[in-house]
């Protein structure tokens, strides 16, 4: 999972379409989400083959890491929505209300997970689904977004579901039945879906559009509209 979300970055940054000439806070957005990816790949190895007194000290970490993820998930949607400056693939408005979602989902089962710690059957498989839950910005760099519209959002949020649908596979190959870990943090994984869905698309969407973009660039933009792709 890591593998990927280096992957899927640092392709943009080969192929010129990324840079790290840019504004303050995506570089601390930046730092913390890769930051929870390190915590998530320290505290896996430790769970597996490490010190579990250092794996309970991490977990604090962690545990206090989560609000600051879905801090910065709110803040720079809106900052980009009021920009104008969504990527052209997805529907602005749907932008706004699906980005704070997914992270809200991603706090949801990380909280699920915390909850049910001493049930390391439980814990190890959510924290998983989670991570898949936040997948999507990486796997949205390396599919061919602009080919998958209008459902280009979803499609990366579905490619989210290899990883657990695989652990899903393995419990069953080895178990001969699935655990239900697996299913209860999928739906967290997939609820953005229709959740982003019936918000964007209805009068609160629009409402909320127009208040987060008003006085900004971005109220020039048609919230449900696809933008023009960029000029090569």
């Given amino acids: 999972m890591a593998f990927v979300v280096v992957a899927g970055f640092t392709t943009q940054l080969v192929m010129g379409r990324s840079t790290f000439a840019v504004r303050p806070l995506v570089h601390v957005h930046a730092f913390v989400f890769m930051g929870w990816v390190a915590l998530f790949v320290t505290q896996s190895w430790l769970a597996s083959r490490g010190s579990a007194a250092q ?86 760099r390396l599919l061919p977004m602009p080919l998958l519209i209008p459902y280009a959002f979803q499609t990366a949020v579905l490619f989210g579901l290899l990883f657990p649908l695989t652990g899903a596979l393995r419990d069953w190959q080895r178990d001969g039945h699935v655990h239900p870990a697996w299913w209860w943090g999928m739906l967290g994984v997939v609820a953005v879906i229709p959740i982003a869905q019936l918000v964007a698309f209805s009068s609160f969407g629009d409402a909320l559009y127009a208040s987060v973009t008003a006085g900004h660039p971005g109220a020039a933009i048609p919230g449900l509209a696809f933008a023009s792709p960029p000029p090569m």
Avoid: E, K, Y
């Fill in 55 to 140: 794996h309970r000290q991490l977990g604090r970490i962690a545990a206090a890491w989560v609000p600051l993820m879905i801090l910065m998930g709110f803040w720079l949607t809106i900052d980009v929505v009021q920009r104008g400056t969504a990527p052209f693939f997805f529907q602005p408005q749907h932008f706004l209300v699906a980005n704070p979602i997914g992270v809200l989902c991603f706090g949801g089962v990380v909280a699920a997970a915390f909850r049910l710690r001493r049930r390391s059957d439980w814990r190890m498989r959510l924290q998983i689904c989670a991570m898949a839950a936040i997948m999507g910005p990486a796997f949205g």
